[in-house]
T-cell receptor, first 115, second 119 residues
Framework: AQTVTQSQPEMSVQEAETVTLSCTYD???????LFWYKQPPSRQMILVIR??????QNATENRFSVNFQKAAKSFSLKISDSQLGDAAMYFC????????????FGPGTSLSVIP | GAVVSQHPSRVICKSGTSVKIECRSL??????MFWYRQFPKKSLMLMAT?????????EQGVEKDKFLINHASLTLSTLTVTSAHPEDSSFYIC???????????????FGPGTRLLVL
């Protein structure tokens, strides 16, 4: 069975600084998708970034980038120039490439941004 | 972008009653919707996969007779918590997959969630 692990329950970062959130996963599949979701206090889930496993290039979305290490089954999220609005729960998630398959979420990392 | 709505956003009910939560995809059709449960400061736990026109697929440990799911159309799935008890109090989130979004990645959109409190 696939599992997603986030070893940092809580993290904090100074405003304008950079922070990296860790995520590891376990799967025997070769083709899959990885995601980072943000859940602010409103509890609305927001997709931050996604990565297709067959792509070697790391995904980037503005201030958000990932370090995808397929062999190590690692998928970390880097947030640059942190802003107060980045404070939220961040969930790493995995989905097999099979259509209609479910998304498996990690336990989450609570990120605080210090002004 | 695509939007998924949930109704109600908050509901309080008495123990023993049933509560229905609706999940709607507003500008796309979804053959597959998902229902999650989230406890405070915890992750999303998948309860079931809702398939349009067929029976839902429940995750292990989720009582199908307790949590009734009906996906009657391509834009609506409902979750009914039957004979609710205080331990059913939680935050319920649905998501819908836009399978026509293109790129093979078919984007999944989440509803804003429903907070259920059973007294």
């Amino acid at each position: 069975a696939q599992t997603v692990t986030q070893s940092q329950p809580e993290m904090s970062v100074q405003e304008a600084e950079t922070v990296t959130l860790s995520c590891t996963y376990d799967t025997s599949e070769s083709d899959y998708y990885l995601f980072w979701y943000k859940q602010p206090p409103s509890r609305q889930m927001i997709l931050v970034i996604r990565q297709e496993a067959y792509k070697q290039q790391n995904a980037t979305e503005n201030r958000f980038s990932v370090n995808f290490q397929k062999a190590a089954k690692s998928f970390s999220l880097k947030i640059s120039d942190s802003q107060l609005g980045d404070a939220a729960m961040y969930f790493c998630a995995y989905r097999r490439a099979t259509s209609y398959d479910k998304v498996i979420f990690g336990p989450g990392t609570s990120l605080s941004v210090i002004p | 972008g695509a939007v998924v709505s949930q109704h109600p956003s908050r509901v309080i009910c008495k123990s023993g009653t049933s509560v229905k939560i609706e999940c709607r995809s507003l500008d796309f059709q979804a053959t597959t919707m998902f229902w999650y449960r989230q406890f405070p400061k915890k992750s999303l736990m998948l309860m079931a996969t809702s398939n349009e026109g067929s029976k839902a697929t429940y995750e292990q440990g989720v009582e199908k007779d307790k949590f009734l799911i009906n996906h009657a159309s391509l834009t609506l799935s409902t979750l009914t918590v039957t004979s609710a008890h205080p331990e059913d109090s939680s935050f319920y989130i649905c998501s819908a997959r836009d399978e026509l979004a293109g790129g093979g990645l078919e984007t999944q959109y989440f509803g804003p969630g429903t907070r259920l409190l059973v007294l």
